[in-house]
């Protein structure tokens, strides 16, 4: 039966969640000040959503009226590789650790949806959310207990570090809370130190406009040069600020990992057009980024690895249909400087007529 809090954490724990807790939503839960302040910034960058709604985003009550409590959860993603090893690996393209599995919407939907609905046959109301909807997980996660957000703004577990995908079921069934965690990160700027493009400017505060997973998947234009190195062969995504948290000593591996997805030679992922790329991808978050943002990641990663048995096929990027992509592969060519390198790029730059690739030729 799941008419009491615990019952129902209970199920979610057996339905697979690795941990579950319940806020008690009320007027507490109102995040308006730190959106705003976020927005003002400027720090969204090009994820022009995060400005939409913002009322219903500032508070889960704003949302959906009729919801009095929150049933979060959580599942664990943690690998068992070591993400700085994998980054020293230059002719290798890094996927986030998230990543590199079957896409979290589908999984977490799933188990929602199946206690979504043996909630609703009890006669309550329910709407259940995975990063979908203008809702301010994080947080609430912190305020059910399941972790507390850390300085790099993601979510900390004492059971499982930065390694946590997050789901929430709201109600309208009246709930007793879950206590809520506390922040444990003390004194520690592990994350702040270590981010390559310094995108933490201060505790507890991320500037998306700086961050390497913001401009590897959601930022679809031109990297701008002082990005570029920093990226090293991060081609999707930056684990630096989680990996290198202390509290990953308590985590526990998990599994799910497409082993095809480490390691990729950057030279094999370089050449995919977009129909090998979505199949290459099928099933994982990498494919809604595009082809052509992530070929355009991984040429900027064959430039940092100074790959130059690359050439030929950077060489036949500088003239791809997408004008992105032949930025990059000019700036790559550039980089690596080939043989008749010079006499190259004079003959790709007849005819060409966009600006973005225009700068590249003259940078």
Same mark, same amino acid.
């Given at each position: ?72 959860? %959580?599942?664990?993603? $943690?690998?068992?590789? /070591?993400?700085?090893?994998? !980054? ?5 393209? =890094?996927?986030? +650790? ?100 310094? %995108?933490?400017?201060? $505790?507890?505060?991320? /500037?998306?406009?700086?961050? !390497? ?5 959601? =930022?679809?234009? +031109? ?141």
């Amino acid at each position: 039966m799941l008419g009491g809090p615990e019952e129902l954490i209970q199920r979610a724990l057996e339905l697979g969640f690795d941990d579950a807790g319940i806020v008690k939503l009320g007027p507490q839960h109102d995040w308006s000040r730190q959106l705003d302040e976020f927005l003002a910034l400027g720090r969204h960058g090009s994820m022009d959503w995060l400005a939409r709604r913002t009322n219903e985003r500032s508070n889960p009550r704003n949302l959906w009226p009729e919801a009095r409590s929150a049933l979060m959860v %959580a599942a664990n993603y $943690a690998s068992s590789h /070591d993400v700085f090893e994998e !980054l020293s690996h230059e002719d290798e393209g =890094y996927l986030s +650790v998230y990543a590199r599995r079957k896409d979290y919407h589908d999984v977490l939907k799933k188990k929602l949806r199946q206690l979504a609905r043996e909630y609703a046959d009890l006669g309550h109301q329910v709407k259940l959310f995975v990063d979908t909807a203008p809702l301010m997980e994080k947080p609430l996660a912190m305020a059910a207990g399941l972790g507390w957000q850390g300085k790099h703004t993601n979510l900390v577990s004492q059971n499982f570090g930065s390694w946590l995908f997050l789901g929430a079921l709201l109600t309208d069934a009246e709930l007793s809370p879950s206590p809520s965690e506390q922040d444990h990160c003390g004194s520690c700027q592990a994350c702040m130190d270590i981010c390559p493009t310094k %995108a933490i400017p201060a $505790a507890y505060q991320l /500037d998306a406009v700086r961050c !390497l997973a913001y401009l590897s998947i959601e =930022y679809k234009g +031109v990297i701008a040069p002082e990005f570029r190195a920093p990226m090293g062969n991060r081609i999707y995504g930056c684990d630096d600020c989680l990996a290198i948290c202390p509290w990953n000593k308590f985590a526990v591996i998990s599994h799910g990992e497409r082993a095809q997805l480490r390691g990729a030679k950057l030279r094999q992922l370089v050449r995919l057009n977009d129909q090998e790329f979505r199949s290459f991808f099928a099933g994982t978050p990498i494919k809604r980024t595009g082809r052509d943002a992530f070929v355009r990641n991984v040429l900027i990663a064959i430039a940092n690895g100074g790959l130059q048995d690359a050439w030929p096929d950077v060489y036949a990027l500088c003239r791809d249909d997408n004008p992105v992509v032949r930025a990059h592969a000019v700036a790559c060519l550039k980089i690596l400087d080939v043989p008749r390198g010079q006499d190259m790029l004079q003959s790709l730059r007849v005819g060409e007529s966009d600006a973005r690739v225009l700068g590249e030729f003259d940078r």
